[in-house]
């Protein structure tokens, strides 16, 4: 089955870290470019950060700074390293396989 299935969110403090990961299924993750995006209910799905077939990175402005995207190829991974959280980062945070391939998500969430 060719899939993507995100984990690793979960309710951090304001401050706080997490890690997400995004394991492939069914297709080598290598060949792709790879994207995170994230969405509040009632708000626009958002770009988050994108990597490249050899790592190349590239952050929206509101996680710059903050949050660093990696791949493994050998785990048939992607990865996305969240510091400094704010709540206005509580999302769904999806990853993304460019151009037609979206998993379910993973809800995190910053509060107190």
Known sequence: QVQ????GGGLVQ???S???SCAASG???SNYTMYWYRQAPGK???FV???TRTGGTNYGDSVK???TASRDNAKNAIYLQMNSLKSEDTAV?????FADLWGQGTQVTVSE
């Open 65 to 67: 700074g903050r949050f």
């Open 14 to 16: 304001p401050g706080g």
């Open 93 to 97: 945070y999806y990853c993304h396989r």
């Open 49 to 51: 950060a994108r990597i």
């Open 27 to 29: 297709f080598t993750i």
């Open 44 to 46: 626009e799905r958002e």
């Open 18 to 20: 997490l890690r997400l």
């Open 4 to 7: 993507l299935v995100e984990s």
